[in-house]
């Protein structure tokens, strides 16, 4: 899921943005967030020149009532309509959810999340959408993991992806721009229409108005908007939608170093709060300089590529990865094994974790997450660590270098109460 560019001194350690060549930007675009009405070029970032590629759908969240003509099992006529409104019997309903293969859905209807349903009589059978469920109740806290996901059951989900909703922290961070940066806007209502949202990385919300991401990303990136509650970027069919906000302040910490990338970490103020939802919820932070025992199962997640170098593919579906956490000294070890040298010395402001063979944090986006359970408290996280860098992919058992939040907790902490926020939102 997550994609490197190493770099130390010459060499320059970093996660970098998304990397395509010109000619397979369309490709790229077309098959992670569907095909765009304008031909975009890519954004490049001058400090390393790479593309930032992957641009997820602009749309509105609506559910909407034009659905297409199917059969349902026994033969007779029905309409696709969205997963959630129709019950077994294959009747339109209000509060049922059914089980959801997410690699082909009911093969009846185009979209996964649309199954062939027979309308009630009293409604007109082109138009047979009624309202959604009800909200789920909202559990009090931060940290709350939905392993099973909300709104909706999965099956088909084999090669790592998330359920949706099973990590309500977890945000993309996307740079916006215009299409055409000679087309003005016609008036304040109107330049939603002529901008495009680029992927820069991930991140997770910490407050509903304040996100944790890595430095490196958002250091020479303007404007700035945050997305959460995403899950599959091709669709805007799930149960609960996602939610934009554009970022109006960025603090990053004053030691933070784009060579090596020390003190990698970043806050964004949002400029307007989150509205916590089933799918949008925050995440704990570790108390400060209280590291994560080594062995200790952890969990990171993103939308980056499925391994490293160009033979990798962007995910559609956010994906998940589980990694141990790996002691400093036996961090700092393997890593002196590399081209990195045997002088190398692991940086106080980084921590580690994977080294299995296949499984490693490139297979995810730089500034996301890493949670780890809380002792006695089922299905609670808190975020030890943000993904920074790494040498090579899960190929030779070498752990990938998080930014160690434990030791970065009281910068955290400085820079949420100087905005007036609450810090214990993500205490537990």
Request: aromatic share 8%; charged share 20%.
């Given at each position: 899921?997550?994609?490197?560019?190493?770099s130390l001194g010459v060499l320059a350690l970093a996660r970098a943005a998304p990397q395509a060549a010109d000619g397979d930007l369309d490709a790229v675009i077309a098959q992670i967030f569907g095909k765009p009405s304008s031909?975009?070029?890519?954004?490049?970032?001058?400090?390393?020149?790479?593309?930032?590629?992957?641009?997820?759908?602009?749309?509105?969240?609506?559910?909407?009532?034009?659905?297409?003509?199917?059969?349902?099992?026994d033969g007779a006529d029905g309409t696709c309509v969205n997963y959630y409104l129709c019950n077994t019997d294959n009747n339109v309903i209000t509060d049922g959810v059914g089980l959801i293969d997410i690699r082909v859905g009911?093969?009846?209807?185009?979209?996964?999340?649309?199954?062939?349903?027979?309308?009630?009589?009293?409604?007109?059978?082109?138009?047979?959408?009624?309202?959604?469920?009800?909200?789920?109740?909202?559990?009090?806290?931060?940290?709350?993991?939905?392993?099973?996901?909300?709104?909706?059951?999965?099956?088909?989900?084999?090669?790592?992806?998330?359920?949706?909703?099973?990590?309500?922290?977890?945000?993309?961070?996307?740079?916006?721009?215009?299409?055409?940066?000679?087309?003005?806007?016609?008036?304040?209502?109107?330049?939603?229409?002529?901008?495009?949202?680029?992927?820069?990385?991930?991140?997770?919300?910490?407050?509903?108005?304040?996100?944790?991401?890595?430095?490196?990303?958002?250091?020479?990136?303007?404007?700035?908007?945050?997305?959460?509650?995403?899950?599959?970027?091709?669709?805007?069919?799930?149960?609960?939608?996602?939610?934009?906000?554009?970022?109006?302040?960025?603090?990053?910490?004053?030691?933070?170093?784009?060579?090596?990338?020390?003190?990698?970490?970043?806050?964004?103020?949002?400029?307007?709060?989150?509205?916590?939802?089933?799918?949008?919820?925050?995440?704990?932070?570790?108390?400060?300089?209280?590291?994560?025992?080594?062995?200790?199962?952890?969990?990171?997640?993103?939308?980056?590529?499925?391994?490293?170098?160009?033979?990798?593919?962007?995910?559609?579906?956010?994906?998940?990865?589980?990694?141990?956490?790996?002691?400093?000294?036996?961090?700092?070890?393997?890593?002196?094994?590399?081209?990195?040298?045997?002088?190398?010395?692991?940086?106080?402001?980084?921590?580690?974790?994977?080294?299995?063979?296949?499984?490693d944090t490139c297979k995810g986006d730089g500034g996301s997450p890493l949670v780890c359970p809380i002792e006695g408290d089922p299905d609670r996280y808190m975020q030890s660590g943000i993904v920074a860098w790494g040498i090579?992919?899960?190929?030779?058992?070498?752990?990938?270098?998080?930014?160690?939040?434990?030791?970065?907790?009281?910068?955290?902490?400085?820079?949420?109460?100087?905005?007036?926020?609450?810090?214990?939102?993500?205490?537990?």
């Amino acid at each position: 899921m997550f994609k490197l560019i190493i770099s130390l001194g010459v060499l320059a350690l970093a996660r970098a943005a998304p990397q395509a060549a010109d000619g397979d930007l369309d490709a790229v675009i077309a098959q992670i967030f569907g095909k765009p009405s304008s031909t975009i070029a890519p954004a490049v970032d001058n400090k390393n020149n790479l593309a930032s590629t992957i641009v997820p759908p602009i749309n509105t969240n609506t559910q909407t009532g034009v659905k297409s003509p199917c059969k349902t099992e026994d033969g007779a006529d029905g309409t696709c309509v969205n997963y959630y409104l129709c019950n077994t019997d294959n009747n339109v309903i209000t509060d049922g959810v059914g089980l959801i293969d997410i690699r082909v859905g009911d093969g009846k209807c185009p979209s996964y999340l649309d199954v062939c349903c027979i309308a009630p009589d009293t409604r007109d059978p082109i138009d047979p959408i009624t309202p959604p469920p009800d909200k789920l109740p909202q559990r009090t806290g931060c940290g709350w993991r939905n392993p099973n996901g909300v709104g909706m059951a999965t099956t088909g989900d084999n090669d790592s992806e998330a359920k949706f909703g099973e990590f309500p922290w977890m945000v993309a961070i996307l740079n916006t721009d215009y299409i055409d940066p000679r087309i003005e806007p016609v008036n304040d209502n109107d330049p939603e229409g002529q901008k495009l949202n680029v992927y820069v990385g991930g991140g997770s919300l910490i407050d509903p108005s304040a996100v944790l991401t890595a430095a490196h990303y958002v250091a020479d990136r303007k404007p700035i908007r945050v997305r959460a509650g995403e899950w599959d970027t091709q669709t805007t069919k799930e149960l609960y939608p996602y939610q934009d906000r554009d970022v109006s302040a960025i603090e990053i910490h004053k030691d933070f170093n784009k060579g090596n990338l020390f003190y990698d970490i970043a806050v964004l103020f949002l400029s307007k709060p989150m509205d916590m939802a089933p799918n949008v919820g925050i995440a704990c932070l570790p108390p400060p300089r209280e590291r994560v025992p080594g062995g200790t199962q952890c969990l990171a997640s993103g939308w980056g590529k499925d391994k490293f170098g160009k033979e990798g593919h962007y995910q559609v579906i956010l994906k998940k990865i589980q990694v141990p956490v790996v002691e400093r000294k036996q961090c700092q070890a393997a890593l002196r094994k590399t081209r990195l040298g045997h002088f190398f010395e692991l940086h106080s402001s980084f921590m580690c974790a994977g080294g299995v063979a296949g499984k490693d944090t490139c297979k995810g986006d730089g500034g996301s997450p890493l949670v780890c359970p809380i002792e006695g408290d089922p299905d609670r996280y808190m975020q030890s660590g943000i993904v920074a860098w790494g040498i090579g992919c899960g190929e030779d058992g070498t752990p990938g270098v998080y930014v160690d939040v434990s030791n970065l907790r009281n910068w955290i902490d400085d820079k949420i109460a100087g905005k007036g926020l609450d810090t214990k939102l993500y205490s537990f």
